[in-house]
């Protein structure tokens, strides 16, 4: 269903996409209820949908503020008792909903370049993984030259690509997980903070960092990550 909404999104059929994807949050909430599956993911798939409904026309603020208010709650519970049981191989679903999130700053595919399959876990082709993965270099030498400039929003932008596609390299492997991609959240953050007229990038990076820091288990910071985009959102 996570690809079937990707690529319905990726038709520009947005509302069609939100109606599909919704299903998902709806039975994550009853399954957790029963303790069958980790709270972490339906705090993932809720923050994805809140995305997803700001995308589509002018953007639907009510569903997504909604969305973005369950998931703060989701958030306070776990930053209080943390899950109910333990939780293993779920950093697949980090990952996937961190990338999908970045789909719509990448460039068209084309034949010459075609992109990957957003929203799935695994099946890539690797001849597109590769040619995903090799964009760093040329990003960051982007990233170098608009520092020098001192071009602060569109230096955000191309840090969360470079910082998307170290998800895609090595976003399922738990060993130092939390220390390796830390300073990829924690520089995103630190530069919106840098935008004081641009609360929307800095909420952004807050809520990136927050879904990194519930896939990290370290649920109080993700907890006071989320609950200072929503402010910021909900007071634009």
């Not at 009853?30 to 993932?44: P, V």
């Not at 990957?116 to 960051?140: I, Q």
């Not at 300073?183 to 919106?192: K, R």
């Not at 903070?193 to 641009?198: E, K, M």
Request: hydrophobic share 45%.
């Amino acid at each position: 269903m996570v690809r079937w909404a990707a690529n319905l999104e990726g038709a520009g059929l947005h509302d069609t996409a939100s109606a599909v994807f919704h299903e998902l949050p709806e039975e994550t909430r009853r399954e957790a209820a029963e303790q069958h599956t980790a709270l972490a993911l339906l705090t993932w798939e809720l923050v994805h949908f809140s995305r997803m409904r700001e995308t589509v026309g002018v953007g639907d603020g009510a569903s997504a503020e909604a969305a973005r208010r369950e998931a703060l709650s989701v958030l306070e519970e776990l930053a209080a008792t943390g899950e109910p049981k333990n939780w293993s191989c779920i950093l697949g679903w980090w990952r996937t909903f961190f990338v999908l999130s970045g789909r719509a700053a990448e460039p068209a595919a084309s034949p010459e370049s075609p992109m990957p399959p957003f929203g799935t876990e695994l099946g890539w082709s690797r001849d597109v993984r590769d040619g995903f993965l090799g964009m760093p270099p040329g990003l960051e030498a982007e990233a170098a030259r608009l520092r020098e400039a001192d071009r602060l929003p569109e230096l955000v932008d191309v840090q969360r690509r470079i910082g998307i596609r170290a998800a895609v390299r090595e976003g399922e492997c738990p060993y130092l997980f939390e220390g390796r991609f830390t300073p990829y959240f924690d520089e995103g953050v630190t530069l919106a903070r840098r935008l004081p007229d641009n609360p929307a990038r800095l909420a952004r990076a807050l809520t990136d960092r927050s879904v990194f820091l519930v896939a990290a288990r370290s649920f109080e910071p993700a907890h006071a990550d989320f609950a200072e985009a929503v402010a910021l959102l909900h007071d634009r």
